[in-house]
């Protein structure tokens, strides 16, 4: 009689993923991350620095990859980018690219924007995940096609659509898909909009400027090596450059959205000590019972580099003296936006 192997099925439970858990597959066929072949994985970006002209694979990664300037004697990356920038492996005889675009992970569609021009990551596609009962969202944009309506359910590894080269700054030597994991900041995003844009905001809280995306290839390949790791786990690996203290009010959704990010007693909190990536991504919110009137930077980590460069302008001022810059306060008011102002009241009598 032939018996199942009791080892091997043990070795391979370990490795699967724990049933219901976030673990995306990659988006296309392009999987050279997982072989460390980056400059196959990764789009490249014109870069036009001091009067050179080159093309680095490394501008398509997350973070601080693109917007050279010379400060002080050292050359520093000061413009960031949000997602991934990964390749086609396939284009037709005329170079247009062919890849299928698939949901990472199982969930529900709830944006598809089809008009090119309506927002810088052109056709677009947002999918909500359910991660420990939040949601988390994963972002598809350049899209050539989009094959999905909001409200449908995909599988995970669903096909969505077609990598392409719609939206600003892109051609078709440059088609990538620009994938994001991200985090919502506001149900009040359109309040907020209105307050600081003339355009109409036409994607309602799936926004790109709504959704805060976290480095999703790190992610990617920390799980590799940890099949058990959890979104949440990698999020508090991740290391906090500043700390701001927020008021408590019934607008500042985070805490109340993503429990798992949160250290300390909700109902006890008076102000939230907020701690962010450089990059602006929440890695933990404690529960402070000190009262503040404004949001205030409490912490920043030491760099040679001004606060407003290695932030994107989150944080400005002198070394050891840092406070909120222009894009820092416009955060800090959408982090506590009230989703429904009162209308102004009807004047006359
Ligand atoms: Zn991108």
New binding site residues.
């Given amino acids: 009689m032939i018996r199942p192997a009791p080892l091997l099925a043990a070795i391979f439970l370990s490795l699967a993923p724990p049933v219901g858990a976030f673990s995306p597959v990659l988006p296309t066929d392009n999987e050279a991350l997982f072989r460390g072949k980056s400059d196959d994985f990764y789009m490249f970006t014109d870069r036009d620095f001091e009067g050179r002209k080159t093309f680095p694979w490394d501008g398509?990664t997350y973070g601080f990859s693109r917007g050279p300037e010379r400060l002080g004697g050292r050359i520093v990356l000061t413009k960031f980018?949000e997602?991934i920038?990964i390749r086609p492996v396939r284009r037709d005889a005329a170079g247009e690219p062919l890849d299928d675009v698939r949901a990472i992970e199982g969930g529900k569609v709830v944006h598809a924007s089809h008009e090119p021009r309506d927002s810088n990551y052109g056709k677009y596609v947002v999918v909500e995940h359910t991660v420990e009962n939040t949601p988390v969202f994963s972002i598809y944009a350049h899209l050539a096609e989009v094959d999905v309506v909001p409200g449908r359910q995909v599988q995970r590894g669903e096909r969505i659509g077609r990598l392409g080269h719609t939206g600003a700054g892109i051609d078709r030597r440059r088609a990538h898909l620009?994938l994001e994991i991200a985090v919502l900041w506001n149900d009040g995003y359109e309040h907020w909009h209105n307050t600081h844009f003339t355009q109409p905001n036409k994607h309602g809280i799936y926004n790109g400027m709504n959704l805060m995306g976290l480095d999703v290839a790190d992610f990617y390949l920390q799980q590799r090596r940890n099949p058990s790791l959890t979104l949440p786990q990698f999020v508090s690996g991740q290391e906090t450059f500043f700390r701001v203290r927020i008021p408590d009010s019934p607008h500042f959704q985070l805490p109340r959205r993503y429990p798992w990010l949160v250290q300390g007693d909700i109902a006890g909190a008076r102000s939230w000590l907020v701690s962010f990536t450089s990059a602006g991504f929440p890695v933990s919110i404690e529960s402070s019972p000190e009262s503040t009137g404004e949001p205030l930077v409490e912490w920043v980590r030491p760099s040679k580099i001004p606060h407003a460069k290695a932030t994107r302008s989150l944080l400005d001022g002198l070394p050891g003296q840092p406070r909120l810059g222009d894009s820092g306060h416009k955060l800090m008011q959408l982090l506590s936006v009230d989703p429904a102002p009162e209308p102004p009241a009807a004047g006359g009598m």
């Fill in positions: 398509g980018h997602g920038d620009h």
